[in-house]
């Protein structure tokens, strides 16, 4: 699910590439979102293209591509042309809240698996921070001895910006609740309320810092008032 912003920026790039057959300057997109500074495109721009969204097309001005649309978007063309039963696109997933990730959600699988099942809140962005949509009805089985004591949840990575680290995109991460973090650990981050990210904090005096683990993504520096950690990164489960 995209911010209101992100997704208002998308759709106005998509009907001027419809329109015009190339896309609009930063200045245009600025006013079009009635945006201060082009500095606030320029990031909506960069989370539209590590969601999947957007591409840029190298070495050319107001280059940009629309990949795919919102899946409400999308369902509501298909029906258009009749093909409403299509499958649907994949979504991004996590709300920037995890204050329901409690105790009571875990659960044994089984008493001879040795296992427990976890609250799978969907997709986190391992790139740009996203906001995203909680998906209260999955799980996932996790050996219980993967988990130390306090809350627990788990998460489907989206991205490969902490591909330096071992984390990739599509795999399952297990995240131990809490507000309380180290310079250094990897957390889910909660930026201005609303965008949720996987990065490697980073502390400075008066500034924090999440950091990527791929060469290709910038540190990315807020007000310490502005990020608040969700969880610590515990555990990694991959899939082949």
Known sequence: ML?????ELLMFIDQHLRDTGFSPSFEEMKEALKLRSKSGIHRL??????????????????ALEVLRLPEAVQARAEATRGTAGASPL????????????????????SPDTGAVMLPLYGRIAAGQPIEALRDQGSSVEVPAALLASGEHYALEVSGDSMTGIGIMDRDTVIIRRGDVAESGDVVVA???DTEVTLKTL?????SVALEAANPSYETRIFGPDRVKVQGKLIGLLRRY
């Open 202 to 206: 980073r502390r400075h005096r008066n």
């Open 90 to 109: 994949p979504a991004n997933v996590i709300r920037g809240n995890f204050s329901g990730a409690s105790a009571a959600n875990v659960r044994k699988a």
């Open 3 to 7: 911010t209101r912003k992100q997704h």
């Open 190 to 192: 909660l930026v201005d």
């Open 45 to 62: 721009i960069t989370a539209l293209e590590e969601r999947g969204f957007l591409k840029r097309r190298a070495h050319r001005a107001r």
